[in-house]
């Protein structure tokens, strides 16, 4: 089944090429023959598959001869072998290739011999072996099930070695022909005895090769959703997923008339019983067990397993333990035009049937799908009410959303039952909406729910607005919710404890750290009074803990988060969890600057709500804070992993926003402006719905990209909008829009273009003073990175006050290299060195710094960086070192023996492999130690001479190299 336009690349097939070109060429001795038949459904790429080993084997020196059988029977007697002789290239062949070809084709045209088949077996070998002159013979045969009589004693007589030919067979067999007592199958028996013959089923491509088959198709427009799609329609068969995508390029609808009457050919071909088989399997819900089947079909226990084995050697049917699976969901699509209404009612009824006599099995899923398309929406109900609290109970939200959804339709229709709460519906539906991040779907299910009149009252029904309005990126309208709980007094005190404790969390997202431990202390006097409130409490004391760690204590205020972390886990409540985690890792890896340990908190997090089902919103945002750590550390490729696997959740509203910053930032890193721009636009899109809490770092990120793309306006622009807009106390946050602000007035100048505007360093200057004095009072490790971005602030100011000063830039790259910053530091060496350069003051120290700042930037992958670094190089006629040949060619990132293969952990003790694994765990020496029963001290060499032999600085690196090769 070959596809009509031959467009599309092979691909998923590598191995198999490499195989088949061993087997049939390379590992062949002189004088012996090989074969190997290639069996697999329609549609698999045999045919493909056998064009290009074909072309392979040609190009390596071997005569190729092709040919293809044909669906008349024996009519026919050597009909593939004549067609591969009239197809060669007789003008290319040679002269006395030219006249065997010939030869043999009058043969053929002469009349029938009566000396035997075994007479003409011999001349045919011969001629074959004129035509190949010494060179390898190939023989490539497509749709070998086929084949005519003579051929298949023709293989045998040649494959057997009788013919005193080296030969070589290539054939392709649709699996789903060879049934019962089909002669090629006893053909394929006797040839298998032989060493060299082999049979080799061709699987359907993986997920991966499904997918890169249609983005070839499509092209970029290929969506994530369109992928899933062609994935799970087409189960990896080539030739249906380059039909799929081709609906998808072309933007039809529906199935197209090709597949259609493929897959009805395929269904009509089987036996009637099989038939029927098919049809009840392609209506229910995979997998179908055996006894369920044979419930539904009504046939004798003998006649189904009959036709269960037709169907699964037509390779329509796929049989396991646990039950009965289309090899193609496409049938089901297909099959379910072809029932009349009254018999896919039929079905349904059947497995509903069945399955509510099953005993002591949890089937509430699959009985509301069968009530529901049987036509019995009052039974159908309270099965799908019961499988959405099933899916609760094992925090499948997603799952239990659709229930909810599936559970509102029912009670909505002309024939649902009337005596369901309406209002009890939409409450679900709407929490396991927000549960699984369908957070625009959770607000107009919960303002269809304020409609209700019998609905909960007014104060819960804010804090719950104010929840998903949070989660969808739009803080500011949610706080002002939680203010008018707070300030109802109709609200009950648990209503007012709530609001303060999810207020408190909030503010703190939004940097707001004063205000959020207000708001928490608040809380939790309220809760003091309020039995129940666990939950309260952990959000409450996390947003505190956050409040003081950051303005007065950091040790006491990280006691306070980790005390609130152990409290939610005891309570067991998935929300709880990760808002505990969230707050813990982003403190860590953010103002505290404990990156390395914030990044293990984050990842380990994320493992942890992920097992409490909320990858799609609490995971993708431990995920964002993992990349901007692993992003500040210079880990760059890493974090690319980090951010890609989280995107494939599809998160919506704040949990979009977050991972597209941090792929924003990566992106300005690289260099890759369209990808930012388009991250961008996309996060002001959200945040236009009033979120507060994104805009600082995305107009942060707005001012760098404008930079490197050299429009200075719009990088002045987006600082002063920060600077007017902002009422966070992220002081950092701050400091950062400050240096972004006073660069872009530095690269104006440099650039002669664009004027300095000094009104905006005047403001910029007093942000600097205020940011300083507000950092006064913040705790020590606050200070430092301020410190470090004020450096920068102060050194960018002399670019265009008097002369860059080199003795600002040293200080500021010795304070980043000290905390771990490779790409401030980098920059920090390039203005050194262009200073000392424009002063014409030490040459030496100006090439080594212009050398080093080169050799982190090409590490790092900082493309924009490296491209200045070399201009001014090249201005200065500094030589630059090349990269080294092992580096990555995206990341830049170094090779280093984690990355050769093999065991990176080889050269480890057994006592160094146990510090290791505890280290990626992410305790602290001391918490090791305690484990290994070891001093701190003692942990503290291990460590380093981990360090040394893994050739890592950080224990990010080290944890990485050991996740990668600890054994599963």
Known sequence: MASDVDSAPLVGRAHQVALLRSALLDDVRQGHTAAVFVTGESGVGKTRLLREVGALLRERGALVLTGSCLDIGDASPLHPLLQALRRLDTAAAGARTSSSVRGMLQMFAAETPTDGAGALLERVSRGLHLIAEGRPLVLVLDDLQWVDRTTRQLLLYLLAGLGDLQLSVLAAVRAESLQGAHPLRRVLTEL??????????????????????????VGPALTAEAAELVWQRSGGNPFVAEELARDVRDGRDGL?????????????????HAHQVVHAVAAGVEPVEHWLLARVVRLPEEELIEAVRAAVAHRLLVGADEGYRLRHRLVAEVLAHELLPAERRVLHRRYAEALTSAEAELHQARLAHHWRLAGEPARALPAAMAAAGEAQRLHGYAEAHRHWSVALQLADGADGPRDVDRAVLLEHAAESAHQCGEHARALALLEELGAVGTGPPSCSLRIRRARYLAAAGRSAPAETEYRLVLEDPDCTPGERATAAAYLAELLVQMGRYADAGQRARVALQLCADVAGSTSEVVRASAALGFSEAYLEDPDAGLLVMREALTVAERSGRPDDVACAYLHLAEFLTGPLNVIEEGVVVARRGAERVAELGLGRTYETRLLAIATNGLFRVGQWAEAEKVVAAALRHRPSGADAVELLLARCRLSVGYGDIEAADRDLDAVATVLAGGGARHVLPMLTLRAGLAMWQGRHDVARQAVQRGLTESRSDDVVILAALVWHGLRAEAEAHASRTVAVDRTAVRRL???????????????????????NFLALCAAEISRFDGGSDPELWARSALAWDRDNHPYPAAYSRLRQAEALLARRARPATASRLLREAHQIAQNLGAVPLTSEIRDLAARGRVTLAERDPGTDRRSGAAASPADSGGDDLAGLTSREREVLAAVAEGLTNKEIGQRLFISERTIGVHVSHIFDKLQVRTRVQASAIFLRNRPE
């Open 256 to 272: 197209s008339d090709t597949l259609r009457e493929i897959f009805l050919a395929r269904v009509d071909a089987l036996p009637e």
């Open 192 to 217: 298998r005895r032989l060493r060299s013959v082999r049979v080799v089923d061709l699987a359907p491509l993986d997920r991966a090769g499904t997918e890169q088959l249609a983005a070839a198709v």
């Open 765 to 787: 200057r007093e942000a600097m003073d205020r940011i300083a004095a507000r950092s006064a009072g913040a705790s020590r490790q606050v200070r430092s990175v301020v410190d």
